[in-house]
């Protein structure tokens, strides 16, 4: 069985940074890409960021310039480095990675930023 892990969230002060940590663990034999979502309360969920197994990156415009996302493969880790954070990045970001060509979630971590 496999399960994504998150933690790092918090309550942070506008301008602000937080460093999110997503584990995948159990019977893994390949983890594709690893992404970062949100969600907002009355929101859809939305895309954050995404790295491939190469390493390669995207980011919605919203975060791109604040927030670094990045990947430890012998750890089965993704990490979200969010910096200068703003009230509008108030959300549960939750992870998701496509392992043995199957998509998981995390239960999600709340991020507050109060003005």
């Known amino acids: 069985q496999v399960q994504l892990v998150e933690s790092g969230g918090g309550l942070v002060q506008a301008g602000g940074s937080l460093r999110l940590s997503c584990t995948a663990s159990?019977?893994?034999?390949?983890?594709?890409?690893m992404m970062w979502y949100r969600q907002a309360p009355g929101k859809q969920r939305e895309l954050v960021a995404s790295i491939t197994t190469g390493g390669n990156t995207y980011y919605a415009d919203s975060v791109k310039g604040r927030f670094t996302i990045s990947r430890d493969n012998g750890k089965n880790t993704v990490y979200l480095q969010m910096n200068s954070l703003k009230p509008e990045d108030t959300a549960v970001y939750l992870c998701?990675?496509?392992?043995?060509?199957?998509?998981?979630w995390g239960q999600g971590t709340q991020v507050t930023v109060s003005s």
């Open positions: 159990g019977s893994i034999f390949k983890i594709n890409a």
């Open positions: 998701n990675a496509v392992i043995d060509l199957h998509p998981y």
